[in-house]
């Protein structure tokens, strides 16, 4: 008994610095164990919100320890001072409590993400040398930030009617399948599916599975196993020719695909089978033949978010042309810092900001471009490319890594190692290989892939998920992998 009892506490216990992680064994045992009784109280709605909103606080206590306070203070004053907001009858108050609700969420996620940032930046700038802040930046607090700005917002517009249930709020701002990676969630999107209280179907039981079982495979199979060889070339890059740096530059656009697109498959495929439909975070990116369409692709909640509240309010493209090519640089900046407290996201998000500019002001004659297969093949070879190189600066830890990478792609690159890199990595390039066909396909495609996939018997499903399990097991890695977009 004393055994059991001390590994139910080990189980219970938040490790510092081991988030738990959707694709690991123990989370999985939790949410099965977790459905079990939600499939008892889904129907009885305060029931159903204090039971998920008790296993949604635990999980990121889990994760974060009592830094879950943080989420918590956040969602009183926010829920607080939307309802202020909307019983103020002056514009002046109104923008008063929105202006607090922004900057106490703001300044919270400022200190902790971007207070050392600052401070490293200035000794660096001045040759100072204040101390770096012994900080603990909780997993998930930039998600949750812009959850809750976006429903402050919305009800400042008008666009939301405050809920008068905290529960409610809490409910949707701790949701776990959200809470530590997104997709960030519009409150207008999900009050009122809590709300109707919907009976769950077989096809969002079995649609969720299927974006569980793809989910599962994007991560902890191939994004955890090309990972390793990108690790290898991006911290020493010299030490590479320059075919296997580019072969490490397509591994990275891979990885961090199916990184992030496996962590929202199985965010998305948990709510729905809890009854929630969160709509889809990825669109086949790589598909894209211009930066516009990329982003209407990549990271959906987060680009149009960006959109929502941030280029939007700056003039958008209501105003002159450079003034709207400033907004979009000032978006991508902002978004690029967003990812994390670092120059290389910065230069990240200001290429990508350069790159709409220059496809803005270019747009009267590319509009006019025939559209055969000839010119659609270079607009997406040529947005891949790019995107793919800017991929470079996300990753590398400094301006001198990343471009010590492309400087030996381009002097040293030699197709004559095309032949034995690929026997040397036979699988590692099949599932390269995989991964790109996979953004071969087209919507209408996917579809009817899922809906087979929903139709087929249950021993199948359950055979197919055994399959991915035991190829999760002997793939994996010595440890379970974070998720990329964790730090964030």
């Not at 008063?96 to 200035?122: A, E, P």
């Not at 320059?242 to 695909?257: D, H, N, P, S, T």
């Not at 892939?449 to 197919?464: A, C, E, Q, S």
Request: hydrophobic share 50%.
């Amino acid at each position: 008994m004393n055994d059991i009892w001390s590994g139910l506490k080990s189980l219970l216990a938040h490790n510092v610095g081991e988030p738990l992680l959707f694709s690991s064994g123990t989370f999985w045992v939790m949410f099965i164990a977790f459905i079990l009784l939600y499939a008892v109280v889904q129907q009885r709605k305060v029931q159903m919100m204090l039971y998920v909103t008790a296993f949604s606080l635990f999980f990121y206590y889990l994760c974060n320890g009592m830094a879950c306070l943080l989420l918590l203070f956040t969602a009183i004053t926010d829920w607080m001072l939307a309802q202020r907001i909307a019983q103020s009858t002056e514009k002046k108050q109104k923008k008063l409590y929105l202006t607090l609700s922004i900057c106490l969420s703001v300044g919270i996620l400022v200190y902790l993400k971007y207070s050392n940032f600052l401070i490293d930046t200035w000794n660096n700038l001045f040759s100072e040398n204040f101390r770096l802040l012994d900080l603990f930046l909780p997993v998930g607090i930039s998600f949750y930030t812009f959850q809750s700005i976006s429903y402050v917002v919305d009800v400042y517009r008008g666009k939301v009617e405050p809920t008068k249930s905290f529960l409610q709020y809490i409910f949707y701002l701790s949701f776990f399948p959200l809470i530590l990676a997104g997709p960030i969630m519009r409150a207008g999107n999900f009050f009122p599916q809590i709300q109707e209280g919907k009976r769950i179907t077989k096809a969002m039981i079995y649609g969720g599975l299927w974006l569980v079982i793809l989910g599962v495979m994007k991560k902890a199979i191939l994004a955890d196993y090309i990972a390793e060889y990108n690790s290898w070339v991006f911290d020493a890059p010299l030490q590479y020719s320059g075919f296997e740096g580019a072969m490490a530059v397509l591994g990275y656009a891979a990885q961090i695909y199916c990184d992030f697109s496996g962590y929202s498959d199985m965010s998305i495929g948990m709510a729905s089978i809890m009854g929630f439909n969160l709509g889809e975070n990825f669109n086949f990116p790589y598909q894209a033949r211009n930066l516009s369409d990329f982003w209407r692709r990549w990271h959906i909640s987060l680009s149009t978010w960006m959109r929502d509240y941030i280029y939007i309010p700056l003039g958008g493209n209501r105003c002159s042309a450079w003034r709207s090519y400033l907004n979009n640089m000032l978006t991508m900046l902002i978004a690029g810092l967003w990812h994390g407290a670092s120059w290389m996201f910065v230069i990240w998000g200001a290429g990508h900001g350069l790159g709409l500019i220059i496809q803005k002001m270019n747009k009267p004659w590319l509009d006019k471009l025939p559209d055969n297969f000839l010119v659609r093949f270079c607009s997406w070879l040529l947005t891949f490319i790019f995107v793919s190189i800017l991929w470079v600066f996300f990753r590398s830890s400094s301006m001198e890594q990343g471009i010590a990478l492309l400087t030996r792609i381009g002097t040293d690159f030699d197709i004559a190692y095309a032949i034995p890199f690929l026997k040397a990595r036979s699988t590692w390039c099949l599932f390269i290989g995989l991964i790109f066909l996979w953004h071969t396909i087209n919507n209408r495609a996917y579809e009817r892939i899922k809906d087979i996939f929903i139709r087929l018997p249950w021993w199948v499903k359950v055979l197919m998920f055994t399959v991915v399990i035991q190829l999760v097991l002997q793939y994996q890695t010595d440890s379970v992998q974070p998720f990329i977009y964790f730090k964030f």
